[in-house]
């Protein structure tokens, strides 16, 4: 019955983040503070879910690969989000800053 | 640990650079005569430098055993010097040469050679041919080619056999890094296998994983994995992890009010600063650990310095207290690298000095 | 399929996910640099490879965790070919 509550509330918690990573993505200015939200709040709802599928699979081998997803997931979000920045930032794209339109 | 007691250096003294590689002794034995025979032609008294690339801020858990490196190429430098020569007209010295910077590439590396060498009156250079490469970036030609284009120096490179490592597949290094490639290959077939048909994936495992080894032990580390090693290093990450964690919750809360704030409270601006950690990992851990926590995006790498995109004032803040800077150093080279300027103090006491 | 309120909770937010993404597709459409695409087209990605784990756990079948894990992969390659293929216009790996 806990395990239930703990899994609806980090699936709810990794909605929320999926969320405002789409939020984000949709009202940012430009795309360096996109890539902002796409790698942090992105993560974060990631990570979250994940751990309530662990949860929801309890002690078993599935368990293991879903800690392996999580941990590829740590590495691989911020070096994409890196990488496309600094596609980005080779290709003379200026960064958005105050007073800029939107 | 540059004495005045050397006083001036006379003309023909000579700087042998030295390394973790197999030829050390030999080439540290190769320069002690050359020096002494040029010390009795020219009857003066001359100094070997010996020579590694360290630099003072980070602590030896990171580099190879430089410390131990250097007191045996002194044994073998004096033994040489004193054998046929017992008055000693050569002074033998060790000296940390790239004391305040990493050298990043061959390039900056033969800079530093040559500042250290004009500054000290040395004109000669002995290397060893299997001297590894420093730096991050991989290079074309030997450090020999690099120096003897870029420097006024005159470079020899020591007659010492090099085939000897290469010749060999059963290093010791080779084995310990083949080994590690080996098991933790094996160990992840048999967890994505999910232990369902033990024999088979173990024979069918065993194959792929010498596979790999095979193809792949030689790029996999940068230096020779050592148990020890291994075991504090996976201590230290086990207590940065957790901490990786709070920052990523904090910095997930920050963007959550920052993009749901009806006015949209940025106020982007991106940085240049130079990390206080040296090395591909430990700067590839820092910058993703940059590009996760609140508000600041690792854009680039160029040269030293990462270009950080930041997203709010607060967060530029954070970066430049170094606290994430700090706990990465604690991964990579231990608790004795935990006092550490922050990112601000090193710019401030920068502008100063220049 | 197993009933019950966990894979109701886990199938819920599957389909929230799912809403997220489809949502998403905008960003990829409007752009307007290629970059802006491709950092949308990741979060659609890792937002499947969470769609496809939540069914796994659901509808109880671990093998689909092998797909999200390839699809994991597949879609940190994408990012970086893209980016690397940008960069070099036109230029190989």
Excluded: C
């Amino acid at each position: 019955m806990v395990i239930q509550g703990v899994i609806a509330v980090l699936v709810v918690g990794g909605l929320f983040f999926a969320f405002v990573s789409a939020v984000g993505l949709y009202r940012l200015p430009d795309l360096y503070t996109r890539a902002h939200a796409a790698s942090k709040s992105d993560t974060l709802g990631s990570i979250l879910s994940l751990s309530a599928v662990a949860l929801a699979f309890g002690a078993d081998v599935a368990t293991i690969k879903v800690v392996m997803l999580v941990v590829f997931m740590l590495i691989t979000s911020p070096t994409a989000a890196h990488a496309i920045a600094r596609a980005a930032h080779e290709q003379g794209i200026e960064p958005w800053t105050r007073g800029d339109d939107r | 640990m540059t004495d005045e007691a050397g006083g001036e250096t006379t003309a023909g003294s000579a700087l042998v650079l030295v390394t973790d590689s197999s030829t050390v002794e030999e080439t540290v034995e190769y320069a002690a005569r050359k020096v002494r025979e040029l010390a009795a032609e020219t009857d003066s008294r001359l100094t070997l430098t010996i020579g590694t690339p360290v630099v003072e801020d980070v602590p030896q858990t990171e580099t190879p055993d430089f410390d131990a490196l250097l007191e045996t190429a002194t044994d073998v430098a004096e033994r040489a010097t004193t054998l046929t020569d017992p008055e000693g007209a050569v002074d033998v010295e060790t000296e940390r040469i790239y004391r305040y910077r990493y050298p990043f590439d061959p390039y900056e590396y033969a800079d530093v050679v040559q500042s250290y060498a004009t500054e000290h009156g040395i004109d000669s250079v002995i290397v060893d041919p299997s001297h590894a490469t420093p730096g991050t970036r991989p290079m074309t030609g030997s450090i020999a080619d690099r120096l003897a284009d870029q420097t006024t120096l005159d470079v020899d490179i020591a007659p010492v056999d090099r085939q000897t490592r290469p010749a060999s597949i059963v290093t010791r290094g080779g084995l310990a890094q083949f080994l590690s490639v080996f098991g933790i290959s094996l160990g992840f077939y048999l967890l994505v296998g999910g232990f369902a048909d033990v024999t088979f994936d173990l024979v069918t495992g065993t194959i792929a994983a010498l596979l790999v080894a095979g193809v792949l032990s030689r790029v996999t580390f940068e230096r020779t994995p050592r148990p020890t090693r291994m075991v504090s290093s996976v201590f230290r990450w086990l207590v940065y992890v957790p901490y990786l964690g709070y920052k990523i919750l904090v910095a997930n809360f920050q963007i959550a009010y920052v993009v749901l704030h009806p006015s949209l409270p940025i106020d982007p601006s991106v940085e240049r600063f130079e990390p206080g950690v040296w090395g591909g990992l430990p700067m590839a851990t820092l910058a993703n650990s940059i590009t996760l926590t609140p508000g600041t995006l690792t854009v680039d790498v160029e040269d030293r310095a990462f270009v950080v995109h930041s997203l709010t004032a607060g967060a530029r803040e954070d970066l430049l207290d170094g606290g994430l800077e700090r706990a990465v150093r604690f991964v990579f080279y231990g608790r004795s690298a935990l006092p550490y300027p922050s990112p601000r103090d090193r710019a401030e006491s920068e502008g100063e000095s220049s | 399929m197993i009933e019950g309120p966990v894979s109701t909770i886990l199938f819920a937010g599957a389909l929230g996910f799912v809403t997220i993404s489809i949502v998403l597709l905008g960003r990829i459409l409007v752009g307007p640099t290629m970059q802006d695409r491709v950092i949308a087209l990741n979060v659609v990605g890792s937002n499947v490879v969470v769609v496809i784990a939540l069914l796994a756990a659901a509808m109880e079948l671990p093998a689909f965790l092998d797909v999200a894990l390839v699809y994991a992969l597949l879609n940190f390659l994408m990012s970086i070919a893209i980016s690397k293929f940008t960069v070099e216009q036109g230029g190989v790996l």
